[in-house]
Structure formats: structure tokens, C-alpha cells
DNA sequence: ATTATAATATCATTAGGCGATATCACAACG
DNA sequence: CGTTGTGATATCGCCTAATGATATTATAAT
């Protein structure tokens, strides 16, 4: 059970986390969420998604829910929930960075 | 001269390119520029800073403008501009789907 | 039993981040 | 001049992350 909490999440990272807000999912389910949500903006391959998922889980982001057959269903602990409320507020400050930067020019 | 575009830029990437819409920079004025922007938030090593440069370099992001000794300093091309616009967009894409989603539960 | 399908797991490659360390150019001192 | 200091840049080695391709597994359908 790492405890260190990851001071930067990637994008990938970070809508696994956020498909997972509503509801319990599987991978695929996931993969699901990521392209509907962004528009096909971002692509996750199985490689990516399910490397994630177990880091996830051994980081205690994630627990395993249920196992039916091959397929597992993942629950966001409330550890994960608050890595996500970091990570918003992480973007939160590097947007306003970037766009005081940009304003100011 | 590497025409890929990015589809995705790293906080250190984005903090690099930021530091130079003002003016142009030598590597530790970059360096310096991430600390004080930050709060200290990001520090920048040599290793990530200067492999930066390089490829921004090569990739025609940043221009080589002045040698003075060791010092070099860059110049932030009208590509390095667009790649930095592109990353805010980004941002804010993924800033606004992650606060849908927190806000809709 | 065989085949199809859905889901997950693994592999090999590549890119990025980083501290530690080395190198280099110039200046100041004696 | 050499030596020493300092500011700046470059390199190395290790680690983490992303990813497509491919393999494996469990269940369902034929």
C-alpha cells in the first residue's frame, strides 16, 4: 500500500480516476468513458488502461469490487477521490498560470 | 526540424515555453522563471531543463539567438507560440470535463 | 466440442523526469 | 601567468509512464 501521493497526475491518469466518480467500472467500461467523454479527443490502449488500473489498485486509488469471470469492477476509495480533487486543483493553477502569462502579454 | 505536434505537453514543458513569452532566456533564467511563477511549487532539475531546450530546439519551438561563452539564450519561435496556445486549450478541455463531472455527482 | 466474443494481461519499445556529476568559459586574484 | 571561483550548460544512469501488438482466459452461442 504506497502512501506517497503522486504530485502530478498524467491525462491518462486522470479521466481513469474521473470515469470512476459515478460508479463502479470495469476496464473496459473505463476505456468507454474516456473516449465518449472526450470526444475521441484522448485514446486509451489496453496497455495504458490496465497498467493503470493496477497500479491504481495497489496504490489504493481503486479497490476491487467484484469478479465476474474474467471481468473485475473497480471502486474509487476515498484516497482516490481526494487525488482527483488534487489533480483539479493542480490544473486549476497551471491554467491560470499559463493564462495570466498569456493576458499580461 | 520535427513537425509532429505534441498532442500533449508536460507541466515542465508547458512552465519552459511559458517562461519565454516575455522575453528571451538562457537556461537558468528558465529555471529561475518556474520557481518564482510557481511559488516553488515545480522545481526544475538541469537534466529535465536542458533536455528540454535541446528538443524544443530541434523541434524549431525555441531559437538559438545569442552565444556568450556558455550562455545561450532562446528565443520563442511563432511555432513555440501555437504549441503554447494548443497546451491552454488543452487545459482548459480537460480542467472543464473534470469539474462537469465533480459538480454533476 | 468448436467457435465467437468480451475482457484482461503481458511484452517490447520509446519518451520523459531527474539528481548527480562532469565540463566549460570567463574573471579575479596573487 | 597558474590557480581558484563561479555561473552556465551538458551528460549519464536510473526510473516511471505510454502504447500498440499480441496473448490469454472465461463465458456464451452454435
Not at 481513469?16 to 467523454?37: I, K, Q, S, Y
Not at 486509451?44 to 493496477?54: E, F, R
Amino acid at each position: 500500500m504506497g502512501d506517497k501521493l503522486r504530485g502530478q497526475l498524467t491525462e491518462s491518469m486522470f479521466y481513469v480516476l474521473m470515469a470512476f466518480l459515478r460508479r463502479d467500472m470495469c476496464g473496459t467500461d473505463v476505456a468507454e468513458f474516456v473516449e465518449r467523454r472526450t470526444g475521441g479527443r484522448l485514446h486509451m490502449g489496453p496497455g495504458t488502461l490496465y497498467t493503470l488500473l493496477a497500479k491504481f489498485q495497489e496504490e489504493g486509488l481503486l479497490r476491487e469490487t467484484q469478479v465476474e469471470g474474467r471481468k473485475r469492477t473497480y471502486h474509487l476509495t476515498e484516497k482516490g477521490r481526494r487525488a482527483y480533487r488534487e489533480e483539479l486543483e493542480r490544473l486549476r493553477r497551471c491554467l491560470s498560470d499559463g493564462e495570466e502569462e498569456w493576458n499580461s502579454l
